[in-house]
């Protein structure tokens, strides 16, 4: 069994699938929620942190052995410090990625490829920001 630990301080009840999430003050503790799998209790995890709500904290900490079971590698990511399933890289990563990588060209190849990219506002732009910019309109 794989339990979730939730903390709600948004003030209001959460439904994520089936799960209700009430509020700290319904509660005046955590919540847990069992997960029969790794892979679902993940899931739980990613869903909470989609909403938005920065008030609204999932903690899950599997054991090596169970996620071996199932065959996950979870590796910590650089953004926020989320794990991700089997080491695929996040969104932010990838665009780090390339942002590293368009670092090597010359600011005049970035302004190239803004300029083919038919991009706006990159005119005046540093080599930095000109490289974040190409990197968050491209599609990875």
């Known amino acids: 069994m794989q339990i979730v630990v939730v903390t709600n301080m948004t003030g209001y009840q959460v439904r994520i699938g089936a799960m209700l999430i009430k509020p700290l003050r319904e509660t005046t503790k955590e919540q847990s929620f069992s997960f029969t799998s790794c892979k679902d209790a993940l899931a739980f995890v990613e869903a909470v942190k989609k909403t938005g709500h920065a008030g609204l904290v999932a903690a899950y900490a ?3 052995k169970d996620l071996e ?10 953004d926020d410090g989320a794990l991700k399933p089997n080491g695929e890289l996040t969104l932010e990563q990838k ?3 390339l942002v590293k990588e368009l670092m090597e060209k ?5 302004e190239k490829m803004a300029e083919d990219m038919k991009l706006e506002d990159w005119k005046g732009l540093n080599k930095e920001p000109l490289a974040e910019l190409i990197a968050a309109n491209t599609q990875l």
């Open 62 to 64: 599997p054991s090596d």
């Open 106 to 110: 010359s600011k005049s190849e970035l």
């Open 95 to 97: 665009q780090a990625q």
């Open 69 to 78: 079971a199932e065959g996950i590698k979870l590796v910590k990511t650089q």
